[in-house]
């Protein structure tokens, strides 16, 4: 069960709260959890062990795949009480496991980007792990995860620049490394998700928190203590306005219970398509003659959702050293 | 001093009960490989980690072998070129079966987080000799006999290998002897010593240790051979562990927080499982951390905005005796000067925090104890007492070492 607990999400969103000390009317929350025009939000989930994207979104209409995987292949279709894959466009299907995901496939709501990865060869997963989250492979000197650049750059284009703000919050008690850095966010921790918040506030007095207080300079435990106090409240709030929603019934587990918060400001997008270049299995093609090769820099997929979600004219160095190709056709 | 070495060497060769029989073999591992050699050299526990069933099977060393022979690999070829009528399908065929075998987790962990570092002086072609060299060591399982490591010698890559511009010649005669060879030149090697004595210091004495404090330590480690209480005495002794900008300059890790709340409290402990929930709630669930790396030790890596929530729950909790599993006695607060609450915040900071608090914490320990002693009815010095006791655990000078 605490395998949920590597997947953070992310919202950000475009317009809305100056600072989370402002006291936020109620009806401004509800219509962002109930996902009215003008908050766009973006969940990232981010798959800490790896996923398995040939076991995933299978490529059963590539034939050399099933010469690749004699015993793990997954069938192209049922056969002797094993289950087959469920064929999206006549190339690629999805894992029987991912069932649940077809109804969004048929709404064009759910797309898929094959064969993106990064450029940089390191074998080592967890720099690999850490240059996905900076989206700057190979420059360790980066130390701001890509959302939190998003959060700090310029204003988006066509947005009004007064009032423009945006948040990031974590579901989680740490926040993902593609969220830290010099713009705040949020970490919720779980013990205030279940709702035993207050008992905590009997902390505050010892971190200060009052803005004419400040935290000695570099104390990074009262900061922390005092972000602390902030993320309880607010999570508190935003729980509130939640539960009086109402809503589908979600599955009592952890992750399923903090997306139930989110499903609601899920928007259509550019589904219904597989997206990319498959670069197909041919021995001549493979990376190092084992793996399958990058046709798509992961940078440019980040670059597309910022700009076609977020109207966010990508600033030349965002991803250091690297200047995004325009993916065709991802979102529209 | 034994706890903290082990609490460290115990994330530096890191392996998680999550993945197959690790369960099995953690606390023999825990005993037989971190604690009877956290007094002893590092070489010697790389030596008895790299062995250890636990390792062998976190890191998949147990099921590296190998690559079929040209022989084998004719052998599957064939039949596929035959039935595919295609001398390109039969290639395929053979150029899968070997790339199946070798096994290079173990190999790449080894260098990358148990000895050099990553990025320190050696290339992937380094890496896949180190792991042929390592094929064949695994374990024995089988009925009615110990589970111990076990040298399969039909599992050996043969053939001469080459490391750090080391050449490993192949053993015919005793094929498990390279393993061990490898072994040896890590031990020792230059790049090991500094990545330890780095990492060490970093635990010990602050997130950004200096350079010159590192070479200091580093020399020791030479001179030694990486005798470990040596390399403690060292830092400890050493002028930079007592500088002023080193004063509390390390957090407590989660794991550093629970464990000396409970013993300064002197809290009773009646399910140990409630400590492992507890870590878990503050994402730092021992034994089943999520990578091999190990828990992170800087303090970066704990204090997100929010993160200290899990802190001041558990805080609370141990206090006012809500907490599951774990109770302070009645004898801890027995000792409470009776009758001279206005000396209790004195008393317990000498217990659980002699190096004492911050102005604005000081100040609201004193208030609390004033509203209580101000109260005309319903004085109740026992919650009182709780109540300091959470707030201290819950300050901000508590959670640093």
């Known amino acids: 069960?605490?395998?949920?607990?590597?997947?953070?999400?992310?919202?950000?969103?475009?317009?809305g709260l100056a600072t989370l000390r402002l006291p936020l009317p109620?009806?401004?929350?509800?219509r962002e959890f109930a996902g009215e025009e003008g908050t766009p939000a973006l969940v990232v989930l981010f798959l800490r062990g790896g996923v398995d994207a040939l076991h995933a979104l299978v490529p059963y209409g590539d034939p050399r795949y099933y010469e690749f995987r004699p015993t793990l292949a997954v069938a192209p279709e049922d056969a002797e009480g094993e289950r087959g894959v469920i064929p999206l466009d006549g190339d690629f299907g999805l894992h029987p496991a991912l069932a649940g995901l077809l109804p969004f496939w048929t709404?064009?709501?759910l797309a898929a980007v094959v064969a993106v990865g990064s450029p940089h060869p390191t074998r080592s997963h967890f720099d690999a792990?850490?240059?996905?989250?900076?989206?700057?492979?190979?420059?360790r000197t980066v130390r701001d995860g890509w959302l939190n650049r998003y959060l700090t750059g310029p204003a988006a284009t066509g947005a009004s620049s007064a009032g423009q703000h945006r948040r990031g919050l974590a579901l989680h008690g740490l926040l993902p490394r593609s969220l830290r850095g010099r713009h705040p966010a949020l970490a919720v921790p779980e013990a205030s998700v279940r709702g035993d918040g207050t008992v905590l506030e009997r902390f505050a007095p010892l971190y200060g928190g009052s803005p004419e207080e400040p935290a000695a300079e570099g104390d990074v435990v009262v900061a922390a203590g005092r972000t602390t106090l902030e993320a309880l409240a607010f999570f508190r709030r935003l729980a509130g306005e939640a539960d009086a929603g109402g809503g589908p019934a979600y599955p009592d587990s952890p992750l399923a219970q903090r997306l139930r918060v989110l499903a609601r400001i899920l928007r259509a997008g550019a589904g219904g398509r597989i997206h990319g270049a498959w670069p197909g299995l041919r021995d001549a093609d493979l990376y190092e003659g084992r793996d399958l090769p990058v046709t798509t820099d992961f940078r440019d997929v980040l670059a597309a959702v910022l700009r076609a979600h977020f109207r966010f004219d990508v600033p030349r160095d965002f991803f250091p050293g690297h200047r995004p190709a325009r993916l065709k056709g991802l979102f529209g | 001093m034994r706890e903290v070495a082990a609490d460290f060497f115990r994330n530096h060769f890191c392996v998680a009960v999550d993945k197959d029989e690790v369960v099995l073999f953690a606390g023999e591992y825990e005993r037989e490989v971190i604690r009877r050699h956290v007094f002893g050299s590092f070489g010697a526990m790389l030596e008895a980690s790299a062995k250890h069933p636990a390792m062998l099977v976190y890191l998949d060393n147990a099921v590296s072998r190998r690559p079929p022979t040209k022989a084998e690999l004719k052998e599957i070829e064939l039949p596929v070129r035959l039935e595919k009528k295609s001398k390109q399908a039969g290639r395929a065929a053979s150029d899968i079966a070997a790339q199946r075998?070798?096994?290079e987790n173990y190999a790449r962990k080894l260098l990358e987080l148990h000895t050099l570092g990553v990025d320190n002086g050696y290339s992937q072609r380094d890496v896949e000799h180190v792991a042929r060299a390592l094929t064949g060591r695994t374990y024995r399982d089988e009925p009615g006999q110990p589970i111990e490591f076990l040298f399969r010698p039909e599992?050996?890559?043969?053939?001469d290998k080459r490391f750090l511009h080391t050449l490993i010649k192949d053993d015919f005669q005793d094929p498990q002897s390279e393993g061990e060879d490898v072994l040896a030149i890590l031990k020792e090697h230059p790049g090991t010593t500094r990545f330890l004595s780095h990492k060490l210091c970093r635990h010990l004495v602050s997130d950004d240790p200096a350079p010159e404090l590192v070479e200091r330590v580093a020399a020791v480690f030479r001179r030694t051979r990486g005798d470990i209480p040596s390399l403690l005495r060292a830092i400890a002794g050493d002028p930079a562990f007592f500088a002023p900008e080193n004063h509390r300059a390390k957090l407590k890790r989660p794991f550093e927080f629970v464990v000396s709340a409970l013993s300064l409290t002197g809290a009773e402990i009646q399910d140990a499982r409630a400590i492992l929930v507890v870590l878990r709630e503050l994402n730092e669930n021992l034994y089943e951390c999520k990578d091999p790396t190990g828990y992170y030790d800087q303090a970066e890596a704990w204090l997100d905005p929010g993160a200290l929530a899990g802190r001041w729950k558990f805080a609370a909790d141990l206090a006012h005796g809500e907490a599951t599993g774990v109770r302070i006695p009645a004898a801890f607060h027995a000792e409470l000067p009776a009758g001279a609450p206005e000396r209790w915040v004195e008393w317990l900071l000498h217990r659980l925090l002699p190096t004492g608090l911050d102005p604005r914490a000081a100040r609201h320990l004193d208030a609390l104890v004033a509203a209580e002693l101000a109260r005309e009815s319903s004085r109740d010095l026992g919650r009182l007492a709780r109540s300091l006791v959470a707030a201290i655990l819950g300050s901000p000078d508590f959670q640093r070492q």
């Open chain 1, 107 to 109: 709404a064009k709501r």
């Open chain 2, 155 to 159: 599992m050996h890559d043969p053939g």
């Open chain 1, 1 to 15: 069960m605490f395998s949920l607990d590597r997947r953070d999400f992310l919202r950000a969103t475009g317009a």
């Open chain 2, 101 to 103: 075998g070798l096994n």
């Open chain 1, 26 to 30: 109620a009806g401004h929350l509800r």
């Open chain 1, 129 to 139: 792990q850490d240059f996905m989250e900076y989206a700057a492979p190979g420059l």
